[in-house]
């Protein structure tokens, strides 16, 4: 009897405990759930290189909007960004814009500004403090990418294509899903995991 009892205050106390952990994770945010194939992802804002302030919507492009998420740092970033760039000038005049995102809580602005600079980067790139919209969008590597359609869907979230050494590409995933898209046409493969560094996030 005495250890029935014992078992029944021990279960309670850790449904109880249980209870309390989830519901910290929830005031925290924590637990929000990232956006899936098919959301439309609402307008944010995120403050660039220059300390101006910038929206969602004044940045996107007419026909879709290609997210980014880098970093300064990053040895797969670094082996994707002449891609990333050529990307950026290969579809801007089909009206798909390219935004740079940087979550990582060990970069600065100044370090985004010497990495752009040296990179000659042609697009925009965001500072996300306090990994808001990663987390929003359930980013979690650098370089990951979410493409939204010309309303703001997202169409195609993951891997930019199949290996960051450029020789042994053979998948082309993101490209695939953009020439997809602008044709009118369903995107075959909406999703591809995503590989690289881990974003540094907050604390």
Not at 43 to 51: A, E, H, I, P, Q
Not at 163 to 177: E, F, G, P, Q, S
Request: proline share 2%; glycine share 6%; net charge positive.
């Amino acid at each position: 009897m005495k250890k029935r009892y014992a078992f029944a205050i021990s279960l309670s106390l850790t449904l109880a405990l249980s209870l309390i952990a989830a519901t910290r994770a929830g005031a925290s945010g924590d637990n929000v759930s990232a956006v899936t194939i098919g959301s439309t992802v609402a307008d944010f804002k995120l403050t660039d290189t220059s300390g101006k302030e910038q929206k969602l919507s004044s940045l996107k492009g007419r026909n879709g909007t290609v997210l980014i998420f880098i970093s300064t740092q990053c040895p797969v970033v670094r082996d994707y960004i002449e891609r990333i760039g050529k990307l950026a000038a290969d579809y801007r005049e089909r009206g798909v814009n390219v935004i740079g995102i940087n979550s990582n809580a060990t970069e600065t602005i100044d370090d985004m500004k010497a990495h752009a600079s040296a990179n000659n980067l042609a697009f925009p790139v965001l500072k996300d403090k306090g990994n808001k919209i990663a987390d929003l969008l359930g980013a979690e590597r650098t370089p990951e990418v979410f493409f939204l359609d010309a309303s703001n869907k997202l169409v195609y979230h993951g891997r930019i294509d199949n290996h960051r050494n450029i020789t042994l590409v053979n998948a082309n995933d993101l490209r695939d899903a953009i020439d997809a898209t602008l044709a009118g046409k369903p995107v075959v493969k909406a999703e591809a995991s995503a590989f690289g560094c881990t974003i540094k996030k907050a604390s």
